[in-house]
């Protein structure tokens, strides 16, 4: 799981590929939404190749095109697909932030549900009997998994930002 991130390619895909502008188009196009104009002047090449390189870059579900209406300008920017070719770990980043912040949400719900049990109700003499005074075992093993969920929640935010902060650094 933590190796390699699998992106599936089909053999469409790997045709679109093997060109070394669809390439460059690609890379001219990570992290940003650009027109075609703005891809034209970073790959040094004429709006119409650009076009065609695009329509097959589209085609194969690399990179999405994005028209509003009543706007004149036509956008591109990577897929889902397309970024997770060219950056793999971002996937691995992504799930330890899912990860962590499910076990957030269970610890913060099993809080909410200890708090909410916990609450001892004086009967109506003002006296406790001895049934309130001890903790059941659910209630003891509810507290260490809600403990144990955020101490889990705060190990994987850490590890995913050390992730990114690597992810972001350029590589030479």
Same mark, same amino acid.
């Given at each position: 799981m933590w190796g390699m991130s699998k992106v599936t390619l089909d053999i469409n895909a790997f045709k679109a590929?093997?060109?070394d502008t669809r390439l &460059? $188009?690609? @890379?001219?196009?990570d992290g940003k939404r650009?027109?075609? @104009?703005?891809i034209s002047n970073a790959t040094s090449l004429h709006q119409v190749t650009v076009h065609e390189h695009l329509t097959k870059l589209i085609e194969v579900g690399l990179v999405n095109k994005i028209e509003r209406e009543g706007h004149k300008w036509v956008?591109?920017?990577?897929?889902?697909k397309g970024a997770s070719l060219l950056h793999p770990e971002n996937t691995r980043i992504t799930i330890l932030f899912s990860i962590a912040f499910i076990s957030l949400f269970v610890g913060i719900a099993? +809080? $909410? &549900? +200890?708090?909410? @049990?916990?609450?001892?109700?004086t009967p109506e003499n003002g006296t406790f009997g001895p049934e309130s005074e001890t903790i059941p075992l659910f209630q003891t093993l509810s507290l260490y998994i809600t403990v144990s969920c955020f101490i889990l929640f705060t190990i994987l935010v850490i590890l995913s930002l050390i992730r990114l902060k690597k992810n972001i650094k350029p590589k030479l």
């Open positions: 590929l093997a060109s &460059d $188009i690609l @890379k001219s196009l650009l027109n075609l @104009k703005d956008y591109y920017k990577l897929s889902w099993g +809080l $909410i &549900d +200890l708090l909410r @049990k916990t609450v001892v109700t």
